[in-house]
C-alpha cells in the first residue's frame, strides 16, 4: 500500500542551526500538509501546500518557517533558526485531489525534532 | 472555530473486551469529516475510520465502529474484542468540506490489558 515517507526519523540539532525536515507524499496526490506535536500535547496544524503555493498556514508557522516542492517527489519543511521550543514531531500527511477523497489525510511515520 | 474535546484523557479495557471513546465537537458547518487516528507507541498517525457527515449510516471498519450524532455533535469509537495492539493513543480529527481546517482532540490513551 502506498505511504507517506518522511526522513530522518530523528533529527538532533542545536538551537539557532536550520533544519530541513523532508517528506515523500503518496506519489498520485497533490496536497501536502505539515503538522507538529509537541511530547504530550495534540497534534497541531501547521501548513498546507497545493499547486506550489501555500494554501493555508496557522498561527504557529511563521517567518522562521517555509515549505518547498523541490521536484515532483519531495516536499519540506525548513526551519530557519531553531528554538528550544520548536523540539517536536513533524508529521507530513498527503491527500489526493478530487471530490470528497481530498479530506482524508495519509500521515507519514514523522521525524522527532530535538534541539538543544 | 471548530473544536474537538475528548474527555477521557485515559482509559483502559481488558482484552477481547469492549470499548468506547467519546469525541465532541463543535461547528457551524453542515458538511464536513471526522475521523479517528490511532498513534501506538512508535508514533505514526495510523486513520482507523472516517465518516461523512451527510451519512447517516455510522461507519465500521471490522471491529471498530462509530456512534455518529450529528445533532449532539457526538462522535464517539467503539473498539470491539479488544487486542493488545490497540494500545494506542487515539485522537477525534474534524475536518470541513473544503478540506481546510484540519482540528485534532487532546487525544484519549488507551491500554489494552491482558
Known amino acids: 500500500e502506498p505511504e507517506v515517507t518522511q526522513t530522518p526519523s530523528h533529527q538532533v540539532t542545536q538551537m539557532g542551526q536550520e533544519v530541513i525536515l523532508r517528506c515523500v507524499p503518496i506519489?498520485?496526490?497533490?496536497?501536502f500538509y505539515w503538522y507538529r506535536q509537541i511530547l504530550g500535547q495534540k497534534v497541531e496544524f501547521l501548513v498546507s501546500?497545493?499547486?506550489?503555493?501555500?494554501?493555508?498556514k496557522s498561527e504557529i508557522f511563521d517567518d522562521q518557517f517555509s515549505v518547498e516542492r523541490p521536484d515532483g517527489s519531495n516536499f519540506t519543511l525548513k526551519i530557519r533558526s531553531t528554538k528550544l521550543e520548536d523540539s517536536a514531531m513533524y508529521f507530513c500527511?498527503?491527500?489526493?485531489?478530487?471530490?470528497?477523497?481530498?479530506?482524508?489525510?495519509?500521515f507519514g511515520a514523522g521525524t522527532r525534532l530535538s534541539v538543544l | 472555530a471548530q473544536t474537538v474535546t475528548q474527555s477521557q484523557p485515559e482509559m483502559s479495557v481488558q482484552e477481547a473486551e469492549t470499548v468506547t471513546l467519546s469525541c465532541t465537537y463543535d461547528?457551524?458547518?453542515?458538511?464536513?469529516?471526522l475521523f479517528w487516528y490511532k498513534q501506538p507507541p512508535s508514533r505514526q498517525m495510523i486513520l482507523v475510520i472516517r465518516?461523512?457527515?451527510?451519512?447517516?449510516q455510522n461507519a465500521t471498519e471490522n471491529r471498530f465502529s462509530v456512534n455518529f450524532q450529528k445533532a449532539a455533535k457526538s462522535f464517539s469509537l467503539k473498539i470491539s474484542d479488544s487486542q493488545l495492539g490497540d494500545t494506542a493513543m487515539y485522537f477525534c480529527?474534524?475536518?470541513?468540506?473544503?478540506?481546510?481546517?484540519?482540528?485534532f482532540g487532546p487525544g484519549t490513551r488507551l491500554s489494552v490489558l491482558p
Open positions: 500527511a498527503s491527500s489526493e485531489a478530487d471530490g470528497y477523497v481530498k479530506n482524508i489525510q495519509y
Open positions: 506519489s498520485n496526490h497533490l496536497y
Open positions: 501546500f497545493y499547486n506550489n503555493e501555500i494554501s493555508e
Open positions: 461547528t457551524s458547518e453542515s458538511n464536513y469529516y
Open positions: 465518516q461523512e457527515a451527510y451519512k447517516q
Open positions: 480529527a474534524f475536518i470541513d468540506n473544503y478540506g481546510q481546517n484540519f482540528v
